[in-house]
């Protein structure tokens, strides 16, 4: 009885296949970015906007740390970590003399001439601004973002005008 050889049934072709891999991947790669950017931009977005809105809501409804500018520059001047490690994401109320106002922000100087360190109190809603001139006396709430990378300003955002 003659035995039938397995091996020399023809072979099937795996070309298809591999063909059929690579546009499947390459569609589901194109999907993926294109379609998935959008929406992570949006669910970061969202995200981005319920946090402000918190930190706005922090920063009405906490008990804030009082310093005067020329205080907070001059923690920050004299010992950096530890003014970042005090301020920095803590709700506070800054008193100090505007040196400049720039749409949407309060530059609060330290009162020392040579000084160039300001206080920035940046200010969502910008109708607060007209209230203020140069050269007066303010108290500012907001939530401390500690010293800019760059210049010598400290900043605050989410910002208040304190009665």
């Known amino acids: 009885m003659p035995s039938k ?6 072979a099937k072709s795996k070309t298809p296949l ?10 589901l790669i194109g999907l993926f970015c294109c379609v ?4 992570l931009y ?32 001059r923690e920050y001047t004299d010992n950096e970590p530890r003014a970042k490690k005090t301020y920095t994401g803590k709700v506070v109320q800054v008193e100090g003399i505007v ?27 910008r109708n607060a601004m007209p209230s203020v001139s140069k050269g007066s006396s303010v108290r500012v709430k907001g939530i401390c973002e500690g010293r800019d990378s760059i210049d010598a300003r400290i900043n605050i955002r989410k910002c208040k005008l304190v009665n």
């Open 36 to 39: 998935c950017p959008v929406g």
């Open 42 to 73: 949006f669910l970061l977005g969202l995200g981005a906007r319920k946090q402000q809105q918190e930190l706005a809501k922090d920063v009405e409804e906490q008990l804030p740390m009082k310093v005067a500018a020329e205080e907070l520059i």
């Open 18 to 27: 591999i063909i059929g891999g690579i546009i499947g991947g390459s569609v």
């Open 99 to 125: 040196a400049r106002i720039v749409e949407g922000r309060v530059e609060l100087k330290s009162g020392k001439r040579a000084d160039f360190w300001t206080v920035d109190c940046y200010f969502d809603d």
């Open 5 to 10: 050889d397995r091996s020399s049934s023809p």
